[in-house]
């Protein structure tokens, strides 16, 4: 069983950045980012897999977040840019055993608390 300890988050204005953080206690093979926000499902925002392939981003972020994956300590990132009221959900940290297709959150075998981001406009 892999334990994903979620930090950062918080409150920022719209145009503001945050970073999260997610660190895993074993090796996983894909690792991401989900969000939901108050009355819809939890979507897909980023991930990478194990070997060091593509990053995947939803649409809606990509050139504003940032993925960063460091496979020698089971960790990932996700530097936000640009923030905007848009995105204010609670971010989930998830990590995968296999080759599935990341953009899926039935794909994913663990998950992290949940960190609140908010941005206020």
């Known amino acids: 069983q892999v334990q994903l300890v979620e930090s950062g988050g918080g409150l920022v204005q719209a145009g503001g950045s945050l970073r999260l953080s997610c660190a895993a206690s074993?090796?996983?093979?894909?690792m991401g980012w989900f969000r939901q926000a108050p009355g819809k499902e939890r979507q897909f925002v980023a991930a990478?897999?194990?070997?060091?392939?593509?990053?995947y981003y939803e649409d809606a972020v990509k050139g504003r977040f940032t993925l960063s994956r460091d496979n020698a300590k089971n960790t990932v990132s996700l530097q936000m840019n640009s923030l905007s009221p848009e995105d204010t959900a609670v971010y989930y940290c998830a990590a995968g055993r296999g080759p599935r297709n990341v953009r899926m959150k039935e794909n994913y075998d663990y998950w992290g608390q949940g960190t609140q981001v908010t941005v206020s406009s």
């Open positions: 074993g090796r996983t093979f894909s």
């Open positions: 990478s897999i194990w070997s060091g392939g593509p990053t």
